[in-house]
């Protein structure tokens, strides 16, 4: 690290003649420009030692040399986390991305291999043949099995590169045995578990006593179907692998953002403002891969002896109708494996429903301008009926007075009974005119917190725009006092230069 320093000459009050009579160096009254902090503090010490002040500038500067290297080991040590935490990320997000791959590649393998274990199976069962597992299923699994040693591998050295970024973060970087908790435990053996369930090459079919009463055909669950479904789980890796790159995620000003407002940028809070910024776009792809994967599980579940395994047209048409609560009935699973599937949708149908009732609802509310707007025009127009009415009740007023002035004069009976018309139009408007000033409150007062924060902002504008102006004008009243008392200096001055003058004429 390179820097200039520039030595002025150092002064004494030494009454030493030695001292007084020397005469500076030219290496103390010109400027120096060194290229290292060592270089400047030899030239400082040399120089102090020509001076005779050796001791006391040695020991300041040993202080601020050790002072500068703290500094600069600080500055260095930070640097040293920021860069090593930004590689953690982006490594972090290599293999979160790889192990998305691997999960989808998985997923597609053994949707393949159990679709052409139900057309053997079918065969099979058609021509009254046993049925064997062919070598292709045998492959798809193999690959399958390998997928999953890979993933699980990938798994524990993820969880590593998380606990290296959580002991930067809390300045244990040497020590993780301080910062490893029970939950990172947990969630290790969580992600194992879910991804070790996989069909194992082998292992095809075999019999639950699901006796169906009325034709006496037997349903019942294949092995490689009930360690197939799990695999469907692995999909929480690719919605991982959305979160990481995430600019919430990735952007540093965000992060910086969150820190100081003390939010924690994780899966809960991003799928929290992706659910805000498009709640129809996040419904509808959750909606259509649980369509998907609900319909082919309970296809796969399904199956009988005599009729092979159901339709995926008909498993559409039962999971549609289990999504949306209303089951005819006229299509039932048949297996537990069936039924388990059945409940599932129904509660994530349920649950949908009023996640669509609430998306409904917020996109039928009206915003702050467009609110602001509406309840101004209702305010224009309530007080434009209170004006009709108040004009309505003077001119009711007005009108039974003539009546009962002509009443008083006349013996009319028609007299009479417009007096009681008049007096039911009169207690009428008044009626309204109270009833429009009721309202006119409640609108006046429904965003009465808006409407104070709003006032606040203002009155904090116009507070700050005052206090400036105020301090403009306090700096150009200090200009003109001290121009005043400058001026008032010079007249001094002139005054006594004259006094001076008359007494030496004197």
């Keep these: 690290m390179t820097s200039e320093f520039h030595v002025t000459p150092l002064t004494t009050t030494t009454t030493t003649s030695s001292i007084a009579q020397k005469k500076p160096s030219p290496s103390l009254t010109t400027p120096l420009i060194v290229g290292d902090i060592d270089d400047a503090v030899k030239v400082v010490s040399a120089s102090s030692a020509k001076l005779g002040l050796h001791h006391q500038v040695n020991t300041s500067v040993e202080e601020t040399y050790r002072l500068f290297n703290d500094e600069k080991s600080k500055v260095h040590d930070i ?138 055909s037997k349903s019942y669950s294949p092995t490689d179907v009930l360690l197939s479904l799990p695999i469907f789980l692995r999909c929480y890796l690719i919605y991982r692998c959305i979160i990481l790159h995430s600019s919430l995620v990735v952007d540093a000003s965000s992060q910086s953002i969150g820190y100081l407002n003390r939010v924690k940028f994780n899966a809960e809070f991003i799928s929290k403002s992706y659910i805000k910024e498009r709640p129809v776009l996040f419904l509808f792809t959750v909606s259509i891969i649980c369509f998907l994967i609900g319909s082919w599980s309970l296809r796969a579940c399904e199956y009988n002896n ?21 089951g005819y009935g006229d299509i039932t699973p048949q297996t537990h494996g069936g039924r388990v599937i059945v409940v599932l949708i129904g509660l994530s149908g349920v649950f949908s429903t009023a996640l669509i009732f609430g998306i409904i609802i917020q996109k039928l509310e009206l915003n702050r301008s467009q609110t602001a707007v509406h309840k101004f025009i209702a305010l224009i127009g309530l007080s434009k009926e209170r004006k009709h009415q108040s004009a309505n009740i003077i001119k009711f007023a007005v009108k039974l007075w003539h009546l009962r002035y002509i009443r008083r004069r006349s013996d009319d009976r028609n007299t009479g009974r417009n007096t009681n018309t008049l007096y039911r139009k009169l207690w009428e408007s008044i009626y309204l005119v109270r009833k429009i000033k009721r309202e006119q409150r409640e609108l006046s007062g429904s965003d009465t917190t808006t409407t104070a924060l709003f006032d606040l902002l203002n009155l904090q504008t116009m507070a700050n725009t005052t206090a400036k102006s105020v301090t403009n004008k306090v700096f150009s009243i200090e200009r003109k006092v001290n121009g005043i008392e400058e001026k008032l200096d010079r007249i001094i001055e002139q005054m006594h230069m004259q006094q001076l003058v008359i007494q030496t004429k004197n």
């Design 79 to 216: 640097s040293i986390k920021l860069t090593k935490r930004k590689q953690l990320h982006i490594k972090r997000r290599f293999i979160s991305d790889i192990m998305c791959v691997i999960s989808i590649l998985s997923i597609i393998l053994m949707v393949i291999e159990n679709e052409i274990q139900f057309y053997v199976s079918s065969i099979a069962t058609a021509a009254n043949r046993i049925h064997r597992e062919p070598i292709v299923t045998i492959i798809f699994k193999s690959c399958i099995t390998l997928s999953t040693v890979m993933l699980l591998g990938l798994i524990i050295y993820y969880h590593r590169i998380n606990l290296n970024i959580y002991c930067l973060d809390r300045s244990t970087p040497n020590n993780w045995r301080l910062s490893f908790r029970e939950k990172h435990l947990l969630s290790v053996i969580l992600e194992l578990f879910i991804c070790l369930i996989h069909p194992v090459p082998g292992v095809s079919r075999f019999s639950i006593n699901e006796n169906n009463g009325a034709t006496g």
């Design 306 to 326: 005599e009729t092979g395994h159901m339709k995926l047209t008909n498993a559409m048409y039962l999971y549609v109708i289990t999504f949306i609560t209303i």
